[in-house]
């Protein structure tokens, strides 16, 4: 068998049932043998974020994989690959290598000497009989530990070589870690003896499946939740515990929960600094629950902490704090509820003109709201993306379901959210997928709105268009005065059309849900649709000081 049909093989094997990728590959043409789905795009940084929903959205119960030609392919590829190592997400990379007589000689591009830094795992293979056995390390690596990308690199010549007969193939198993006993119980009576402790909960909840447990460890504390914006929608946010999700934007119940919090609890996440995320307030006492022992103590310390797969560690808890607790309720939940009630209602008041608002050029924060209450959110999962439309979106959306939001941020990539929304089509295609974009993103990515016809993966695409990079508007003043550099401009309800998807521009407030309703139904018969939404230079947002 050549090296080619071993690796589709061993994809089959491992329950692959999409290869996405771009030309020219091999394994492309040797996965179409054996029925795995190829799925080719317009280039490959919208691929690795597809391969990187699939992932996502099914807790890595399926690995997303992306392949590409060596060169051109594997260095186009690097953001694609740099925004899942940011994001901890964990995807295959197939990239082909030179042919092997040039593969480390100058200046051809080695994709295991550039892709260290933005994988946990990059093998290059020169043997074809080392084909399996490098198969096998990857998909460990990818399935345990630390989500994050893995990569085989291929030369194009060995791909065409046979493997020698008597090659063995066992999928990689999924192993799960659980905490040290001695420090559950630490981790319990800190938890217990807290006032006002806060729940933050990470992406290895989602990762971990660990929603049913943090659900009953709150309840059980009576303790208030929050989540990352990568753990968005691990909690629901209709719950009467919930504070919301964290981001740079954030409700006001979350700011004063956190700011007066004596204990805060993060499980499933990193606490790393970042501008897309809620800070911890100066000085707060940290527990930290993670699997990965290099965010102990990293960017925050930790005054107990917890090494281990978060559904088991959540698990543990609930069974010390529940023996605590001696099985009466601790009388909290009345006054801790309604202050969130309460807290949520002052603000969403104060946020209402600009949620309802009658304008136009319309509010952005008008087009989220109603597209809030036009879909059935449970049954929807949508994405934002780079720049406004994140902190515009993410305070407001109330994710009610599991893995409904894909959230992001450790970086920033304009133009991601469309190869999430894709992807996760790709893995959840009863669900309506819809990323929220604006019109300096649609830059980066636009084209492959045509794979998303071409490739029969109707997604919603709402596109908030108001001419510009209106979060740069303060920071580039004078360009702006003098050469206009913040301004862009494009009519890309005609651009999703020419690309044979469903598009229509939207100015007027009225018209909003009514598009809303027909993009769906278009999406239902299979056509992408692509809402644009003539939208205000808006530069306010729910931020906190
Ligand atoms: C690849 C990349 N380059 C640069 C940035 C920095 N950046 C963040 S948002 C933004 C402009 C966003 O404009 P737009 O998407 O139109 O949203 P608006 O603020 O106008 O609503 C820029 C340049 C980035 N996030 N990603
Ligand atoms: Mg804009």
Known sequence: MKAAAVVADILKREGVQFLIGYPVNPIIEAAAEVDIRTIIVRQERTGLHMADAVSRVSSGERIGVFAMQHGPGAENSFGGVAQAYGDSVPIVVLPAGYPRRLLNIPPNFSSFLNYQHVTKWAEQVILADAVPHAMRRAFTQVRNGRPRPVLVELPADLLQENVPDGWTYTPAPRLRTAPDPRAVADVAAALVAAERPVIYAGQGVHYARGWRELRELAELLEAPVTTSLQGKSAFPETHPLSLGSGGRSIGKALHHFLTSADLIFGIGCSFSTTNYGVAMPKGARIVHATLDPADVNKDLRAELA?????????????????????????????????????????????WAPRLTSEATPLSPYRVIWDLLHAVDVA???????????????????????????????KTTQLGYGLGLAMGAKLAAPDKLCVNVWGDAAIGFTGMDFETAVRERIPILSVLLNNFSMAIELKVMKVATEKYRSTDISGNYADFARALGGWGERVTEPGAIVPAIKRAIAKTREGTPALLEFITEKAVDFSIFP
């Open 379 to 409: 049954n929807t999962i949508i994405t934002h993306d780079a720049g406004s439309p994140r902190d515009q979106i993410s305070p407001f959306w109330e994710s009610v379901a599991p893995l409904t939001y894909i959230g992001w941020g």
């Open 306 to 350: 917890l090494i281990g797969d978060a559904d088991l560690t959540l698990g543990a808890l609930v069974a010390e704090v529940r023996d605590r607790l001696h099985g009466g309720p601790r009388g909290r939940a009345a006054a801790v509820t309604q202050e969130i009630k309460r807290l949520k209602a002052e603000w969403l008041a104060q």
